[in-house]
């Protein structure tokens, strides 16, 4: 498995530090690695193990669906979160939404942080809630010689932290989740595009990547 990004987002002058975010259930502290002078829209993701993690706030909701590592490919949450509408034919939950879903929903909690899946380029965005997938971005990525796009929609207006052509890194953050757009409560959309064009199954896909 490798995940590639141009050389030149490489800056071998970074230094980084770690800041002990939560703790897992065996008592040990999980450390976000982040860069000297890193904003908000920068945040580097380098190691953390999340499981059943002790959570507050917007992760209050979260649930055993899946267990993140700290690999090349990543879910864009940090622990396990509700999963309420599949990948694939529905039946369309509100006027003008599809009967065909792209992508999953997730339910981690309004506000909760999204994060990048794999290092790569940002394709395109929208800071605005012009309906549709309202606030969102697209990444693409090389995975194992391929491209391959992640899309993030519904985002808070005013929480989208990527700009076109921007470099990212795995974890580093795309927004807060929101209700932009044709949604029907706050939730990310979030798909996995083939080529950059082909939905399919986030789950399947994420599933047969993020390892331990």
Request: one cysteine or more; glycine letters at 12%; proline letters at 7%.
């Amino acid at each position: 498995m490798s995940v590639t990004i141009p050389a030149m987002a490489v800056d071998p002058t970074r230094r980084a530090y770690a800041i002990p975010v939560t703790q897992t259930d065996g008592g040990e502290s999980q450390d976000l690695i982040v860069g000297s002078g890193v904003t908000a829209s920068s945040i580097e993701v380098d190691s953390y193990v999340a499981g059943k993690a002790a959570t507050t706030g917007d992760y209050a909701q979260t649930a055993s669906t899946f267990v993140n590592y700290s690999g090349a490919i990543q879910w864009p949450f940090l622990t396990g979160v509700p999963i309420s509408t599949d990948f694939g034919p529905r039946v369309p939950p509100c006027a003008g939404c599809s009967s065909f879903h792209k992508g999953i929903d997730m339910n981690p909690g309004d506000g909760s942080p999204i994060q990048a899946i794999a290092a790569g380029v940002v394709r395109e965005v929208s800071a605005v809630d012009n309906g549709g997938l309202g606030v969102y971005a697209v990444i693409d990525h090389i995975v194992d010689g391929e491209q391959v796009s992640s899309v993030y929609a519904h985002m808070r207006e005013g929480s989208l932290a990527l700009s076109v052509g921007q470099v990212v890194a795995v974890g580093d953050l795309v927004g807060n989740v929101g209700n932009t757009g044709q949604s029907t409560g706050p939730h990310l959309h979030f798909e996995i595009l083939l080529d950059g064009v082909t939905p399919t199954d986030p789950v399947a896909w994420l599933t047969e990547r993020v390892v331990p």
